[in-house]
């Protein structure tokens, strides 16, 4: 019998695809590429969620840069996660 997934593992996947789309088509940064959501994990009252990601560019000068372009994106993507999650 297959293993039955629980609400929290089924948003948490929710949330990487979405997330994924969002970085992929809708930000237009062009310090936000070759991004890729590799998990999600979410807070059992689903209130916070760690989104981990990877990138091919090994350089720290453009890691840095893509952390300020995330966190500068961050309330875009959180009011196009609520409007596209339910």
Same mark, same amino acid.
């Not at 890729?36 to 350089?59: G, S, Y």
């Given at each position: *019998?297959?293993?039955? !997934?629980?609400?929290?593992?089924?948003?948490?996947? *929710?949330?990487?695809?979405?997330?994924?789309?969002?970085?992929?088509? =809708?930000?237009?940064?062009?310090?936000?590429?070759?991004?890729?959501?590799?998990? /999600?994990? /979410?807070?059992?009252? !689903?209130?916070?969620?760690?989104? !981990?990601?990877?990138?091919?560019?090994?350089?720290? =000068?453009?890691?840095?840069?893509? *952390?300020?372009?995330?966190?500068?994106?961050?309330? !875009? *993507?959180?009011?196009?996660?609520?409007?596209?999650?339910?």
């Amino acid at each position: *019998m297959p293993k039955e !997934f629980s609400r929290k593992e089924r948003v948490a996947d *929710m949330l990487q695809v979405e997330l994924s789309t969002l970085l992929h088509r =809708e930000i237009a940064d062009p310090r936000i590429k070759d991004v890729t959501v590799t998990a /999600v994990d /979410v807070a059992r009252n !689903f209130a916070h969620a760690k989104v !981990f990601i990877t990138t091919l560019n090994d350089d720290a =000068e453009a890691k840095k840069d893509l *952390m300020k372009a995330l966190k500068a994106a961050s309330g !875009f *993507m959180r009011s196009q996660l609520a409007k596209r999650v339910q």
